[in-house]
């Protein structure tokens, strides 16, 4: 389609094998672990994570104990976090942070530094299962621990949850160019969560090509 490929296919792990086969050329297959809940079960989410690798995934979207995080018990979830970057040696791992129900930007930006701690490759908003999906006040705070961090040049931004228009889309490439600078601009270091975005992508592209003006500006989204 005129949207071009994604950078990832995201799938549940039982999945992985069946959208391995049919991905296009060049196109990641993603599936989640501890998802959607965030559990403070290790055993669960190291399991999670070796299936996906097991079946032939590229990336794993793991979802941060954020409750457990919360509740004061940051031990914990740093500890899961670490086991299952231990599980896929050589994957891309994404770390949710469900950032819009971590009301406190202290807590967004502890979540942000156990991840980058932990040795992951991507902090990422949300699960898009809760009621308060990304935020620009959220993106920030984890952009700017990313920015501050030894790490933070081989760490990358996923913004997901309630973003649908490219207008959206493209407020965020501009917090990831401001914190991060304009080579951070690229797959390997900004992903969307595009479910809900796909439409307005699409829609924006087909009536660029028939000389309608962008909604946002190119490279943007």
Known sequence: ???????????????????????????????????????????????????????????????????????????????LVRAVRAACPGRVLKLILESGELRDPALVDQASRIG???????????TGKTPTGATPEAARVMLAAIAAHPRGAAVGFKASGGIRRVADAAAY?????????????????????????LADIEAVLVGAAAGAPPAAAPGTY
């Open 1 to 79: 389609g005129p949207a071009g490929t994604p950078a990832a296919l995201c799938v549940w792990p039982r999945f992985v094998a069946q959208a391995r086969v049919q991905a296009p050329a060049g196109v990641a297959v993603a599936a989640v672990a501890n998802f959607p809940d965030g559990a403070l079960d290790v055993e669960r989410a190291v399991a999670d994570a070796r299936a996906i690798v097991a079946a032939g995934g590229d990336e794993v979207d793991l979802v941060l104990p954020w409750r457990a995080l919360a509740a004061g018990d940051a031990d914990g979830p740093a500890a």
């Open 116 to 126: 980058l701690d932990a040795g992951v490759d991507f902090l990422k908003t949300s």
């Open 173 to 197: 490439a501009a917090l990831v160019r401001e914190a991060l600078g304009e080579s951070a601009l690229t797959p390997r270091r900004l992903r969307f969560g595009a479910s809900g975005l």
